[in-house]
């Protein structure tokens, strides 16, 4: 071994070095990939976001995996993206899988997984760019009471179902907001049926208005259930009975689904029913402002969006002037 001291210090920085470089990861493993994984979903409040980033991340995970030892930077993401568009998605679906990707690559690398130079790579990648709005779902007040009608009100599934369309169309929630709705939340304001304190999506909190055909669905589903406290939807047995304490998003989405179907509408979504619930409060002459507090919107351009495009070609603006 030589004696001299500054080679030897010469080589143990060198080999630090080195170390260093090798220590940088470009290719990530499956469990690196699960470990960043959990990393991004456990920084997620919200369960609507927590589901929908998992989807992504478990769709893009599949991807990278498929091909053989393929690194993590910039350019495994931009072929990922064209990879998305070839398969038709929206550019609204294309950008929320390229988030999840982004915010994966930004976890690993803060979990000292992935070289921080990669990860900003990745963080430049571009989402696609959206041109135009697609058109909404929504349904008439002719087709809302059709649906109602259509559902029998003397079984228990029948006066829950009942129950569970008219919360959809009379208040616009979302799904999450409804499997969460309490007995507790249904209280008296300023002479009303109201839904105090309702959490929603990004941890907002709203107070929203129950019309009486509502409550009185509403009313209708719990006291023969028998239902005092706790959540308000739960679920009914083959033989006509509740269990549980609860329901999931899911069985909302099937109730809603099924009963469309029923009645000859295809493709409808519980998010369909929140869309027609500003709709008709909008044509109803309801303030834009009052039906984005209704919603619990951020921006009014959200609620502009609910309510589809402005341009009323049945009442145009340019009938109202003719020169000469």
Known sequence: MCGNPRLRHWRAASMGKKATKRGRRTVLRLPDLDHS????????????????????LNEFIAWYCSEPRLAFNRVVVLRYRLSLEARGLAAASIN????????????ASDCGLLSPELA????????????????GNWLTL?????????????????????????TLLGCGLRRTELVELRVESLQMRQGRSAIVDLVGKGGHIRTVPVPQWVKQALDSWTSAAGIMKGRIFRAVSR??????????????????????????????????????CAKLCHSSGGELEQ?????????????????????????????RFAPG
């Open 37 to 56: 994984k959990a990393a991004v979903l456990n920084s997620l409040r919200s369960p609507a976001s927590r589901r929908a980033y998992e989807f992504a």
């Open 142 to 166: 002719e087709q809302c009471s059709d649906l109602l009608k259509g559902i029998s009100p003397e079984d228990l599934r029948g006066k829950r179902d009942r129950a569970i369309l008219s």
């Open 291 to 319: 039906i984005q507090f209704l919603l619990g919107h951020v921006s009014v351009q959200t609620t502009e969006r609910y309510l589809g495009c402005k341009q009323n070609l049945g009442n145009p603006v340019n009938d």
């Open 239 to 276: 033989s006509g009975s509740t269990w549980g304490t609860g329901v999931s998003p899911n069985v909302i989405w099937a109730v809603v689904r099924d009963i469309c179907k029923s009645r000859g509408m295809d493709n409808v979504a519980p998010h369909d029913l929140r869309r027609t």
């Open 120 to 135: 900003a790579g990745i963080r430049r990648v571009k989402g696609v760019r959206q041109l135009g709005m697609r058109s």
């Open 96 to 107: 929320q899988r390229l988030a999840a990707v982004r915010r994966l690559a930004y976890e």
